[in-house]
Each structure stands twice: as C-alpha cells, then as structure tokens.
C-alpha cells in the first residue's frame, strides 16, 4: 500500500510558481536594500468563504460605502512606507491600495486593469492611458528569452515608458505575467534586469527638465509589484481589488521629499474611478 501512495504522491502535478509567489516569498531586488518581500495577498481562493466575507466586513466598518457602487466610492491606500538601507539612507518607497467594483471579473481583462491602476501615459503632455507595447517573439529570441508557457495566462514583455509625477522618466522592460490562481486573477510585473543594459531598451531613469527636454539616461533597477482582483463571495459581481507595488527612489529624483506618495491618493481616486466606469460599461467625457 505505501509503494503505491509513495507513487502517486510523487506523480502528483507539482503547482507552477508564479512571479506573485517570488515578489512575496523571495523578494525584489532593490538597490542599497537587498531583497524586499510584498505583502501577500488579502484575499486567496483558499480561503473559507465566511473568512473572506470577514475580512471585507472590516474593510466596510473602516471605511464605510467601500462596498458602494458608485465610481467614486471610498478605497483604501496606505501611507506610503520609506523602505530605508544602512544608516537609514532611503532606498525606495512601498505603496498599497485597496477597493471594490462592479463587474464581471473576467471584463478586466479587456479593460486595461494594470494600466488603468498605474496611469501609464505615453509622455508629459499626454492625458491618456495606453497599453504598453510589448516585444514580439523575435525580439526576445534575439536576447535569448524564451517566453514561458503559463497555466491559466500568459507572459509578455512590455515597453516602459512612464513619467513620474512629471518629473522623472523611467523606461526599460518590464516582465508583466497575467494568470488566473484559483478565482482569483493576478497581474504581476517587475523591471525584468536581464535588459539592465540592452542596446535597444536599456533599463534607465532621467529627469524631466521641461515638455522637451531630459536629463542624461541613468541605470535603473528596482521596481515591480501585482494587482489582483477577485469575486466576494454570496455577492454579485463584486470584485476585491488589490495592489501592492515598490519601487526604488534615487535620491536624485526630489532630495528625498515624497513627492510621488503625496500625489498617490489623488492619483487613485482618478484611476480607480475609470476602471469602475469601464466595468459599468460608461466612459468619463
């Protein structure tokens, strides 16, 4: 009899890692800071309905209109936390957010979830959000990257070209992976440091000076994070969004100042706001 349960047990299919598995369980490399560990998930399909329910009540008595309908309703972002190095010098910032829509889950996927949340624009003077542009098979090929095939998803590797706070430009390559975990669907993305140097896309930070101008490019390492989004249970079309993300902060981009954290909750507000209209079939004029 153990003969054949040994067998079986060792037969059994062994669950995929996932990047969200590295960014919780391993960390994200951060310069001057070593391994930094996100926050694990609120909510995870393995657990009981009733405790789900319970985590979500305590958002609600927090917060109260959390589970509301309207676009505007309330979410919930943590301060941002100062991730600090030796002698307390600043290394990055972390940032959580948390917040409920209506919908049907499996619409994020045409909705530009990840985007919408982080407020990708294509340059200072833009106002709109756009998908990245990702690189194709030949592209990777050429680096030796072989695109792994994902259970319940799939992995890309896409253009960063995003401002921050319209004062810093970062751009490089990200390694974005989206897979369904249980009920749950998980976008996950990190600054891929294979492209730390690459001749085409290199990874790099510059000052934005004005409309037209940028500051010499600078190595950049150092970012990444997950949004994932799942049904609560015994509701309708409720969705549980969540993201947590880091991302390391020169001391060049503001002496230090949060800058970026002091427009987070705003920021937020916005973007939260034209993900819900989207998945209420509305568009903002």
């Not at 290394?91 to 619409?107: P, T």
């Not at 919408?116 to 998908?131: F, Q």
């Not at 037209?212 to 949004?227: K, R």
């Amino acid at each position: 009899m153990f003969p054949i349960v040994l067998c079986l047990a060792l037969s059994a299919e062994v669950p995929q890692p996932t990047i969200l598995d590295d960014l919780v369980q391993v960390g994200l490399d951060i310069p001057g800071l070593g391994k930094h560990k996100l926050p694990a998930p609120t909510l995870t399909s393995d657990l009981p309905d009733e405790k789900i329910k319970s985590i979500v009540n305590s958002f609600v008595r927090e917060r109260r209109g959390f589970l509301d309908k309207a676009h505007n309703a309330p979410f919930r972002i943590d301060r941002t936390r100062d991730l600090t190095g030796k002698y307390g010098k600043l290394c990055a910032r972390e940032f959580n957010l948390w917040f409920a829509a209506h919908g049907k889950i499996k619409d994020l996927d045409d909705h530009n979830m990840l985007n919408a949340l982080l407020g990708m624009k294509t340059g200072p003077k833009s106002k709109e959000t756009r998908d990245l542009e990702y690189l194709d098979e030949d592209a990777l090929k050429k680096r030796g990257i072989v695109q792994e095939k994902i259970a319940n998803g799939d992995e890309r590797y896409g253009l960063l070209d995003v401002d921050l706070v319209e004062k810093v430009k970062l751009s490089g390559v990200i390694r974005s992976r989206k897979q369904w975990i249980g009920k749950a669907l998980a976008i996950t993305m990190f600054l891929d440091p294979r492209f730390a140097d690459d001749a085409e896309h290199p990874n790099r930070w510059r000052k934005v000076i004005d409309a037209n101008t940028l500051g010499e490019p600078q190595p950049y390492a150092g970012f990444g994070g997950y949004v994932q989004a799942m049904p609560i249970p015994g509701m309708t079309d409720v969705i549980f969004i969540e993201m947590h993300f880091v991302f390391a902060e020169p001391y060049e981009w503001f002496q230090g100042r949060n800058q970026i954290g002091a427009k987070l909750p705003a920021a937020s507000q916005s973007n939260i706001s034209n993900l819900r209209l989207k998945l209420a079939g509305k568009t903002r004029k």
